[in-house]
């Protein structure tokens, strides 16, 4: 098992979606996020789930809520609160409208990355996907700044660092659950 934390991201709007797709059912679980969570804990001694307010979710688990005064619906404030309460130099993200993303591409991650990188970050035929990957303590400066300018953009940010890209050629690993029918598709595909 890797001993860095995983923090799950599942404290987006879901505007495509129409509903929120952390609480959508997955699998054998009633929601995605309980999938992701019960999933990654075979693979990471520590899994977190980054949120606006735990109170949605009725299993336990290990929660950083973002700050009560963000109205921020991006990841910043998700990575703002993870700097704020992990203790080591480094943490694992990934988002939880990602459910494919398996153990061979976390390794392949995680082995990959070094002390001297900002961020170890997968990339598929689609480009940079920015939250499948590694974030260091370095970059938690940066974000803050990025929350006070209101700016929000993770590929630029990780543009401008020392970003350790890694290329997969899966895309469907990298299925993202954006709207409705990604969805349908993902659940055909679980279910077999």
Known sequence: MLNIPCVIFAGGKSSRMGEDKALLPFGEFTTLTEFQYARLSKIFTTVY?????KSKF?????FIEDAPTSDIYA?????????????GNRFFVLSVDAP??????????YNADQESYDATI????HG???????YHRSLQAKFVQMQKENTHKLGFLL???????????????????????EYKQALKIISN
Request: aromatic share 10%.
């Open 49 to 53: 789930i980054s949120c606006k307010d």
């Open 58 to 62: 009725n299993f336990d688990a290990n």
């Open 75 to 87: 990841p910043t404030a998700g990575f703002i609160a993870a700097f704020e309460q992990l203790q």
């Open 100 to 109: 494919f993303v398996d153990a061979e591409i976390i390794y392949k991650l």
């Open 122 to 125: 997968a990339q598929s035929s």
């Open 128 to 134: 940079l996907e920015p939250l499948c990957g590694i």
């Open 159 to 181: 543009k401008n660092s020392k970003t350790h890209s890694i290329s997969f050629s899966s895309q469907e690993k990298f299925l993202n659950l954006n709207h409705p029918q």
